[in-house]
């Protein structure tokens, strides 16, 4: 079975321009959500999608994040324009609906901003 | 002040030894507690969950909650070289709500 997929693997982009992340979750999972781990911090929750619908978007840090689940299938994560704050490791985690379901992370993408 | 504290290590012990890995707490809503490994450029696996306080035991590894003292550990038993990762605890008022809070992680080097 093929676990959640997250690219690209690294992107390095310029401060102001646009970025946009991609997350395919495991097949039939309902459940997709976004975290960040900037260095030397640890991974803080971002948001949460059920389907298609945002259950939860707390954690997003601004408006040049924007999030997307079309179809409740895959995610995109874009930030424009992107700051030097916004580098980091992007996981994306994915589990089916239900409790005591477990949480599956993607490798993340790595993003550099400079 | 962090929801979560996390020693960060780096923690390095000899191959067979125990390992004990910590974390404190300061939100009471938590009541599930969770262990992941991560490997270096992987993503965090689940290795643990515990609900509330107690014990709970998997092979090699022992998962211990003090909700009184809002501290959770883990050991790992005769440490192999393989148990070389990044050990990050996480938490959350209940399972199936998974806005995690994560710590810091301590990352562990098991030398052969």
């Known amino acids: 079975e093929a676990g959640v997929t997250q690219f690209p693997s690294h992107s390095v982009i310029e401060k102001g321009q646009t970025v946009t992340l991609r997350c395919d979750p495991i097949s039939g999972h309902d459940n997709l959500y976004w975290y960040r781990r900037v260095m030397g911090k640890e991974i803080k929750f971002l948001l949460h999608?059920?389907?298609?619908?945002?259950?939860?978007e707390s954690g997003m840090p601004n408006n040049r994040f924007l999030a997307e689940r079309t179809g409740g299938t895959y995610s995109t994560l874009k930030v424009q324009p992107a700051e030097l704050e916004d580098s980091g490791v992007y996981f994306c985690a994915s589990s089916p609906l239900g409790p005591d379901e477990k949480l599956f992370f993607g490798s993340g993408t790595q993003l550099s901003v400079l | 002040q962090k929801e979560v504290e996390q020693d960060p290590g780096p923690l390095s012990v000899p191959e067979g030894a125990i390992v004990s890995l910590n974390c404190t707490y300061s939100n009471s809503a938590f009541q599930y507690f969770m262990w992941y490994r991560q490997y270096s450029r992987k993503g965090p696996e689940l290795l643990m969950y515990t609900y509330s306080s107690g014990n709970k035991e998997d092979g090699r590894f022992t998962a211990q909650v003090d909700k009184s003292s809002k501290y959770i550990s883990l050991f790992i038993r005769d440490s192999q070289p393989s148990d070389s990762a990044t050990y990050l605890c996480a938490m959350s008022p209940n399972f199936g709500n998974e806005k995690l809070t994560f710590g810091t992680g301590t990352r562990l080097t098991i030398i052969p």
């Open positions: 999608f059920v389907k298609e619908s945002k259950q939860d």
